[in-house]
């Protein structure tokens, strides 16, 4: 056989092995020791010497060979060389098949990068010295387009990003498992991972080569396959490990604490006020709960329902108005329709007599006859239900004698400020929240402001025009605000800010965090709002919320601000780790309706009494709260049932599936069901009473 006609069969070799591959792959060996192979494997008498070197030693075919010579492609977990084809010929044989030894007795360490279409010379030609020419061949191949790169990377740079993704994605499939990748497919599919469902067919895609590559045996079986399955998963699948997901993953993978696992994911993609819909648990989770909770007898349990009056016993009322809480049958008439709808201002009651609440407890309620309270709108995070168990004499899950449990309001941040904050990025957590937003409907507001709060220690400097406080003295960095966004001894942190002039019909909102109580300093905070920058039109002001203690007060400004203007909402002294009000503006007084109840009005009580957990002279397991059933309020949303905190410790064990039991679980409705305003005893708080007995007063209630 001519060398011309081995030569064309490897030409067809190549083309018939690449036709359905994208890639070609490099194997590392010494390309000096690939070429001496080459011309020593040659049988004895076919590669003898021509002139100074043997007969198929040329420049042209050495370099063709250690360009491409050690070029594969891999089908299936299985090398094929450009070698790898029979020509039965005695003299080229023998040197193909060392050639395709030699080379797959090496590993896979590269992707092939070729900027040039044509590899080796067709053929040229040399001038004798009889004058007459000689034609020379050799080896050469085109190849096809998509295998020559034509970009302005590097050869070395490509090489470099395979190569990684290549690592990545065997290191992914060596140590994530399949159990951890079926657990967090469970997670996306109940919706209870964050961002879960973007890597829901990534994660699908994944599984798939995870399952073939565990059928591997050999190491080098896994390293080809690494090497083939990569540059056909891309980056996304191929550098798993290295995102988001991939780290949780891997951490469900080395037995890492799920909810442990969950949290460092969110740490990395939610937001800092992500709060997670649903409670972190799988299926092997809940067959095991489910058992637990049948073989203990805490079946019957988990059905809840609102409690009524006819559920507690007279020994856990601490007050009841025996006609609020009948029901009544047919409407008022029109005037007294009417009267619901005027407001009173709370400032009415500023003066009142103020009573602790132990001696509200122990003095005032024994001779009441009727009680009403004052519902204003801080206390919307206050509203409460209590919830029986729906089967009377099912056996109790709580830590206490009874079945019953409470829910507050899900509502907290029920309020177009702090829902915007939330749209924006920022907290609403933390023990101290100042927000602030403007440019209302029917209070246009363009101009630039923001919010401040000056600390203990800040040296501003406060002049006045015109009874209007006028300055750009913001003294020292004691303070948070727009130009010092961090205060880092405290923590406090403007995490939201807007710098636009507001076109109609857009909403800013600013807010700034204090996130713990210890790194306050004791003194006097200051919230002030300033109008940095008037712009026409401007025909209103803004609104505000300062959030502390569990409380959140609102307010409006309907007047616009001047140019350069600022106005004190309010001063706030810090003792003992609790906050007192010094001065504050009036607060935001429109009603707002808070389960079928309307704020700033008396609403009459129905019942009092202590949290269940202080039920029948229990010295009580947690906090002691007071709950204020109230008249016709009717809770329209969807309560948990309970809350893990309640539940007793041989139940802790399976805390995430009774987090979404309790959550999942249908509080079915009743009539007159007990619901109302509620207070922690240990929680800074106040209630403005009108007790009725054999006088009527008004009083404070201090929590």
Same mark, same amino acid.
Not at 469 to 492: A, F, K, T
């Given at each position: ?186 997670? =996306? ?6 961002? #879960? /469902?973007?890597? %829901?067919? $990534?994660?699908?895609?994944?599984? +798939?080569?995870? &399952? ?115 029901? =009544? ?6 005037? #007294? /329709?009417?009267? %619901?709808? $005027?407001?009173?201002?709370?400032? +009415?009651?500023? &003066? ?352």
């Amino acid at each position: 056989m001519e060398f011309t006609e081995m030569r064309n069969k490897l030409m067809e070799n190549f083309n018939e092995m690449t036709k359905d591959v994208d890639h070609l792959f490099e194997v590392a060996v010494n390309k000096d020791e690939l070429w001496n192979l080459y011309l020593d494997s040659f049988p004895a008498g076919t590669n003898e010497i021509y002139r100074e070197r043997r007969w198929h030693d040329c420049s042209c075919c050495r370099q063709f060979i250690k360009t491409i010579g050690n070029v594969v492609v891999i089908k299936n977990g299985e090398i094929i060389t450009i070698w790898d084809f029979r020509t039965d010929d005695s003299t080229y044989q023998p040197v193909l098949d060392a050639l395709s030894s030699f080379i797959k007795s090496h590993a896979v360490s590269n992707i092939f990068v070729s900027k040039f279409k044509k590899i080796g010379t067709l053929q040229n030609y040399e001038e004798l010295e009889n004058g007459k020419v000689q034609e020379w061949t050799h080896f050469y191949l085109e190849l096809p387009d998509k295998f020559v790169d034509r970009s302005s990377r590097s050869e070395g740079d490509i090489k470099g990003s395979f190569r990684d993704t290549r690592n990545v994605f065997k290191r992914s499939l060596d140590e994530i498992t399949m159990d951890s990748i079926d657990t967090i497919l469970e997670l =996306i599919n109940s919706n209870t991972l964050y961002k #879960g /469902e973007e890597w %829901k067919g $990534v994660l699908g895609e994944f599984k +798939k080569y995870k &399952k073939e590559y565990d059928k591997l045996i050999s190491d080098v079986e896994r390293d080809n396959y690494a090497w083939e399955q990569s540059v056909k998963a891309g980056i996304a699948i191929g550098r798993i490990r290295n995102h988001s997901i991939g780290t949780l993953l891997v951490n469900v993978s080395e037995e890492m604490d799920l909810d442990t696992a969950v949290k460092k994911y969110e740490q990395i993609v939610a937001p800092a006020n992500y709060k997670r819909p649903k409670a972190i648990y799988t299926k092997r989770m809940l067959e095991d709960a489910k058992k637990t909770i049948t073989e203990l007898g805490y079946l019957d349990s988990l059905q809840r329902r609102f409690a009524n009056l006819d559920d507690i016993t007279v020994n856990n009322i601490l007050f009841s108005n025996r006609d609020a809480a009948k029901r =009544i049958v047919g409407a008022d008439d029109i005037f #007294g /329709e009417m009267e %619901k709808d $005027v407001a009173v201002n709370p400032r +009415k009651f500023s &003066k009142v007599d103020e009573i602790p609440v132990k001696d509200f407890i122990e003095n005032i309620l024994p001779t009441a006859k009727d009680i009403e309270i004052y519902l204003e709108n801080k206390h919307t995070s206050n509203m409460v239900s209590l919830i029986a168990p729906k089967i009377k004499n099912s056996k109790t899950m709580f830590k206490w004698n009874n079945g019953f449990s409470w829910a507050y309001s899900g509502n907290i941040t029920d309020s177009d400020i702090t829902q915007r904050v939330q749209n924006a990025g920022g907290r609403i957590d933390g023990v101290l929240r100042f927000s602030h937003s403007w440019n209302y409907e029917g209070m246009r507001n363009g101009s630039l402001m923001d919010l401040h709060v000056f600390m203990p220690g800040s040296n501003q400097k406060v002049e006045y025009k015109n009874g209007k406080e006028i300055h750009d003295n913001y003294g020292n960095n004691e303070r948070v605000g727009w130009n010092h966004r961090q205060h880092l001894p405290s923590g406090g942190v403007q995490d939201v800010d807007y710098v636009n002039v507001a076109p109609v019909g857009y909403i800013p909102v600013e807010n700034t965090t204090f996130p713990s109580i210890e790194k306050l300093k004791e003194g006097i905070y200051t919230f002030k709002i300033h109008n940095w920058n008037f712009r026409n039109p401007t025909t209103g002001g803004f609104k505000a919320e300062i959030a502390f203690d569990g409380q959140v007060y609102r307010f409006i400004r309907r007047e616009p601000l001047q140019h350069k203007e600022w106005i004190t909402l309010a001063k706030l002294e810090l003792k003992n780790g609790h906050f007192e009000i010094i001065e504050m503006m009036e607060n935001d007084t429109t009603p707002i309706e808070i389960w079928g109840l309307k704020t700033n009005q008396f609403i009459p009580v129905s019942a009092i009494s202590y949290s269940p957990n202080y039920f029948d002279e229990q010295d009580g397991i947690g906090h002691r709260h007071l709950f204020f059933f109230l008249k016709d309020c009717v809770n329209a949303e969807e309560p948990n049932g309970y809350y893990n905190e309640f539940l007793k410790n041989e139940l802790a064990e399976h805390k995430r599936v009774f987090e979404a039991l309790g959550a999942k679980c249908h509080v079915e409705n009743t009539e007159d069901q007990l619901s109302g305003i509620g207070f922690s005893m240990t929680k800074r708080a106040e209630l403005i009473v009108k007790v009725k007995g054999a006088t009527e007063r008004i009083m404070k209630v201090k929590f």
